[in-house]
């Protein structure tokens, strides 16, 4: 089976010269967690950044009545838990360990040291911000405007860019996703997501195996979601 990623669109070091980041990896200290395992909580200090060596990890928001939010699954390369460290404000998500992850972490001191000494962090910082900035505002319209089968297709579709491994029949996933948590990733119900799915597999988009995803024609899914 061959992935279908690409690159990782949250990972720093996209933007890095070479010596930056060795300069980072030489920083930061690596640590192994396993399946579920919390790494931070959203509202308490933040002191450190992370970027996942192997694993992925699991960005939600809980609400003090019980609801949540999934924002995001992290996959390897990707950097996360910089707003703090830049604004010095709380976490403003939960981040989980979602199956067994290896992580480097780089704490504050260590990332104002490279702040000073390599402008380049610096500017790859910015465009780290700014790439979540340009997501977060893309949810938020996608949200208050999309029907609820456009929504899901496109974050079936972001998953799988990520997650994705080609398979003898269709693509399916490396990583679990239930249909509850896509539901808290599209802000809906998860009887409500399991109709949109149901329609999806009558039309032959995707199938339904052993509580995942496999999708069947991708070229459907993505012209679903690109002629918007």
């Known amino acids: 089976m061959s992935s279908m990623v690409e690159c990782s669109p949250f990972d720093i070091f996209q933007w890095l010269p070479t010596n930056v980041q060795e300069a980072f990896s030489a920083s930061a200290r690596r640590i192994r967690l396993p399946d579920g395992e919390r790494i931070y909580t959203q509202a308490e200090p933040g002191n450190e950044m992370f970027r996942i060596l192997s694993g992925s990890v699991r960005m939600s ?35 989980s360990a979602q199956g067994e992850v290896e992580l480097q972490i780089l704490r504050r001191d260590a990332f104002e040291r490279l702040r000073s000494d390599h402008p380049a962090f610096s500017d790859a910082l910015l465009r780290l911000i700014s790439r979540h900035m340009r997501l977060l505002s893309d949810y938020f319209v996608t949200s208050n405007l999309d029907e609820l089968p456009y929504r899901v297709a496109k974050r079936l579709l ?5 997650f994705g491994v080609r398979a003898e029949r269709g693509i399916r996933l490396s990583m ?30 995707i199938a339904i195996e052993y509580g995942s995803v496999l999708i069947l024609d991708l070229v459907r899914l993505q012209l679903m979601v690109s002629e918007r």
Do not use: N, W
């Open 61 to 95: 928001v809980l609400r003090h009545d019980g609801r949540e939010a999934l924002y995001l699954i992290f996959e390897p390369g990707d950097c996360f838990g910089t707003s703090s460290l830049v604004d010095g404000e709380p976490r403003p998500q939960t981040a």
């Open 158 to 162: 972001e998953v799988f860019k990520s």
């Open 176 to 205: 679990r996703l239930s249909q509850a948590e896509l539901a808290l990733m599209v802000g809906a119900s998860r009887q409500s997501v399991s109709k949109v799915l149901q329609a999806f597999q009558e039309d032959g988009l």
